[in-house]
């Protein structure tokens, strides 16, 4: 195992190739919360930083536990024939589309429908491990695009704001999301 305090081109083309990745947070009581992410949602924009849109879900872990703890871990899996993983640690904040400056992150991204917040990673140490235990599998499609967006786009603006208000607002240990 390796760690550096920093991406390098290497590493930043190896995210960039993955099409999933696993985010990983906790308050300072109550559940661990680990999510597997896809779609074309993250941007590495330095050695240092990283920017996830977050899309509409079912819960709103990740928001509530950084009300509390800035931490986060992202973790990056090859699944292909060449083993390895990639954690990167630091800390992040939340910003909403709300917020002022939503519209100068947001233009890293698509517009895509049910956007919810915007987490920015602040890179404090980057962990390389082998993966060997992994298996090796094959990657057929993204599902957001057929399933997920279109479900936020018929909702229209309105009706993800109702959906963020009864599923999002609070998340599984009672906490406030600040959505």
């Known amino acids: 195992m390796s760690s550096a305090k920093r991406l390098n081109q290497t590493l930043r083309n190896f995210i960039e190739e993955q099409p999933v990745f696993f985010v990983a947070t906790a308050a300072q009581d109550g559940r661990v919360n680990v999510s597997p992410k896809g779609l074309d949602t993250l941007r590495v ?34 699944f ?14 939340t910003v909403h589309p709300g917020d002022r400056e939503w519209a100068d992150l947001a233009s ?26 992994v298996p090796v599998m094959s990657f057929d499609q993204q599902r957001g695009t057929s399933e997920l967006l279109p479900y936020y786009e018929d909702m229209g603006p309105h009706g993800v704001r109702a959906f963020w208000d ?14």
């Open 108 to 133: 890293h991204f698509p517009v895509m429908a049910g956007q919810r917040q915007i987490f920015e990673l602040d890179i404090d140490l980057v962990q390389l491990s082998c993966g060997s235990g």
């Open 80 to 93: 292909n024939a060449n083993a390895r993983i990639l954690r990167v640690y630091g800390s992040a904040r």
């Open 166 to 179: 009864r599923k999002n607002a609070v998340s599984v240990d009672g906490k406030n999301t600040g959505i």
């Open 45 to 78: 924009i330095g050695d240092n930083k990283i920017l996830w849109l977050n899309l509409t879900g079912s819960g709103n872990e990740t928001a509530a536990h950084l009300r509390e703890l800035s931490r986060m871990t992202l973790m990056f899996c090859a």
